[in-house]
């Protein structure tokens, strides 16, 4: 191999692996770099149970942060109570897909409600 050639297929390879760190290694922070700062003080953290404080701390936490995001995304309130965080998750993530004449309500029907 020539020299002008080992030197392009270096830089081929530096730019794939810089455009693979680019595209492919998700984002740390959510939509508009907002995610609470309690939410990631949880990250990495295990659990016992569902009635650790520490988790019900992370729940507590996780649940303000969608509810504020689902609120400013589609201006729909929710409860804090209500739901499960992770259930507020994908309830988010149902609202970003669902067609534009389609009531949130209908949405919300298929999750159990937590006191």
């Known amino acids: 191999m020539r020299m002008a050639d080992k030197h392009f297929v270096s ?24 995610v609470s700062s309690e939410v990631l003080s949880h990250a990495g953290k295990s659990y016992r149970s569902v009635e650790d404080p520490a988790y019900i701390s992370y729940e ?32 988010e993530a149902f609202f970003k897909f669902k067609k534009a004449g389609e009531p949130f309500e209908d949405f919300l029907k298929g999750f159990p409600k937590h006191r």
């Open 11 to 34: 830089m081929i390879s530096t730019l794939l692996i810089v455009l693979w760190f680019v595209c492919i290694v998700p984002p740390s922070q959510g939509k508009d770099g907002q």
């Open 60 to 91: 507590e936490a996780l649940r303000a942060c969608v509810i504020e995001r689902i609120k400013k995304e589609f201006g729909v309130v929710l409860d804090l109570k209500t739901y499960s965080g992770f259930d507020l998750l994908e309830i």
